[in-house]
């Protein structure tokens, strides 16, 4: 049975360990260690790093995330969604390798878990909304398209080429007869082993079979020898603590960088700590699972790592294997760290290629075809946001595609949110409800009186559209009672609420009579308050309902 303690609301630290199975957590832990060990060194070779700096940041994501998050399934550690698009970053700072790309790397962990930590800290949690479904799609399969063209020369035993990305496709294209035979099969292989073990059962540890198999194959038929490229000797060293040593305006070119991969990250543990519920009666505590991630960098950085995110594959595991609280990702850790300490060599005939079979998978699986497919037929505008994101983290350096993606998805809320417009309302014959009119729904309509609403929040970006709408109504007959049905607009702010004390001063002079109806929003309630309709708007024109207000107004039965 869990442990399970009254206090673990009340803890500031290692809340998530607070009902822990001591049997269950170690082996999720076990099953854990042998998908993230591959992962892991996958990861980090992705992002143009030793295998060992992948292991420090999973040790790191996991202590940090149990230190203080809340979920009690979420691993944290190296992850290929962000990693390609700060490497991209790096890469235009230093070279790749280089102790100056290392230190960037120590100083942007650093700023991406200070950036968490606040998004945690300030309940936050809505900035993971900033990307939208079709958005964060089309982000993903950029992200995959990046990653198999990285991962395809050492699979096909070729030379990395180097430029933009649709370039790096050319080269690929036109040396695919170059390719080392013995390399493919290896890369293949694995990308198969891991594919078939995923569909048997996401518990089989397919990539870690693969490697196995991988490396034994490589050692036993002497495919060094073949042009086989293989990791080499793998460090085993410790994580010690490292502080950057960069100047002030070197921590300034990483900003942008820093707000870009602390968004994705956000939007990616918010994503994963709702699909894992620690407790599916309760509503998942972002903001509380932001401060673990934000540890997680923090941590990462300071063991001379890159920045973590949550991985929804590593937790799903964690959850499916009887894993009951962080001491399942602790466990882990402290596999990896045991394997760092005593085992490296065990790592140093691993085929580059068999790391690249890996992300040629996590590359394939991060696709959402179906989804992809689901928004095409439902809704073809949203499919075009898909492709136009996709472009962009394909087209562009990666950091700059991925900024520009997030600012797609930025407007294209504002053009959902200006495109509301003025509804007009009717009633429904032979009852006291008043609904939108509708072209195949008989309505009715009282002489004299018109009854309108606005079926969004009220704000500067639809605000003179209302007024304009509001100034056609009542031209084209001007009615004796004007009744703002109100349940829609959750939020006014500032511009909003002058447009509407102009518009209840033009029907005054207009002798047109203004009522309110359904205003049900407390922050609208609260704005009527603040910025003083009631001025303009008597409070005794405000009813719960249509039909209240046209029967004490307009003297209707």
């Not at 295998?51 to 202590?63: C, E, K, Y």
């Not at 949203?382 to 996709?390: G, N, S, V, Y």
């Not at 394909?394 to 520009?404: M, R, T």
């Not at 205003?519 to 609260?526: H, I, P, T």
Request: proline residues 6%; aromatic residues 8%; hydrophobic residues 50%.
């Amino acid at each position: 049975m869990p442990h399970d303690s009254h206090a673990k609301h009340a803890w500031p630290l290692f809340r998530s360990l607070a009902s822990y199975s001591l049997p269950g957590d170690l082996m999720a832990g076990l099953t854990l260690a042998a998908i993230a060990i591959p992962e892991q060194m996958a990861t980090a070779r992705l992002g143009g790093f030793a295998p060992q700096i992948g292991f420090f940041a999973f040790m790191a994501g996991s202590l940090g995330f149990a230190l203080l998050g809340g979920n009690r399934f979420l691993s944290c550690g190296a992850d290929s969604t962000i990693t390609p698009i700060f490497a991209g970053g790096l890469a235009a700072l230093a070279a790749v390798g280089s102790p100056q790309y290392q230190g960037y790397a120590v100083a942007l962990a650093l700023m991406v878990g200070m950036m968490m930590l606040a998004g945690g800290a300030f309940r936050l949690g809505g900035i993971a909304n900033l990307l939208s479904v079709p958005v964060m799609v089309g982000f993903l399969a950029g992200i995959s398209v990046h990653i198999i063209v990285s991962q395809l020369p050492g699979v096909l035993g070729l030379k990395s080429p180097s430029g933009p990305t649709l370039d790096r496709i050319g080269v690929l294209a036109g040396e695919l007869s170059r390719s080392n035979p013995f390399t493919l099969c290896i890369g293949l292989g694995v990308l198969a082993t891991v594919f078939v073990s995923e569909k048997i059962s996401a518990k089989i540890p397919g990539a870690l079979i693969g490697l196995v198999a991988a490396t034994l194959a490589t050692i036993g038929l002497g495919l060094e020898g073949e042009g086989v490229s293989v990791v080499g000797s793998v460090p085993g060293t410790l994580p010690r603590l490292t502080l950057p040593e960069l100047a002030p305006e070197h921590w300034v070119h990483l900003v942008s960088l820093a707000f870009v991969i602390t968004v994705v990250v956000m939007v990616q543990t918010a994503a994963t700590t709702r699909s894992f519920p620690s407790d599916p009666d309760k509503p998942a505590d972002v903001d509380r699972d932001f401060l673990g991630a934000g540890a997680g960098s923090v941590l990462s950085g300071l063991f001379g790592a890159f920045p973590v995110n949550a991985s929804p594959p590593r937790t799903g595991i964690v959850a499916e294997t009887g894993g009951q609280s962080q001491l399942a990702g602790l466990a882990a850790a402290a596999i990896v760290l045991a394997l760092l300490a005593f085992g490296t060599g065990l790592l140093q005939h691993v085929p580059d290629a068999a790391l690249g079979g890996i992300l040629l998978f996590v590359a394939l699986r991060i696709i959402r075809v179906k989804q992809i497919v689901t928004i095409y037929r439902q809704s073809f505008s949203e499919f075009l946001l898909i492709a136009a994101t996709a472009a962009l983290i394909i087209v562009l350096p990666i950091q700059q595609g991925a900024f520009l993606g997030i600012m797609l998805s930025l407007l294209h809320g504002i053009w959902s949110t200006t495109r509301a417009r003025l509804v007009e309302f009717e009633r429904v014959p032979g009852t006291t409800i008043w609904w939108p009119a509708h072209p195949h729904i008989a309505g009715e309509r009282i002489e004299g009186v018109a009854v309108i609403g606005l079926q969004a929040p009220l704000s500067f970006l639809n605000a003179p559209g209302f007024r304009s709408d509001v100034t056609k109504v009542l031209g084209a007959a001007t009615p004796q009672l004007l009744v703002l049905e109100a349940s829609g607009m959750v939020e006014i702010d500032f511009t909003a609420a002058q447009i509407l004390l102009d518009v209840f001063k033009a029907c005054s002079e207009q002798g047109v009579t203004v009522a309110l109806a359904r205003l049900e929003s407390v922050r609208a309630q609260n704005a009527f308050e603040r910025f003083r309709l009631f001025d303009a708007l008597p409070r005794e024109h405000v009813f719960h309902s249509v039909d209240e207000a046209v029967r004490k107004l307009a003297k209707v039965q």
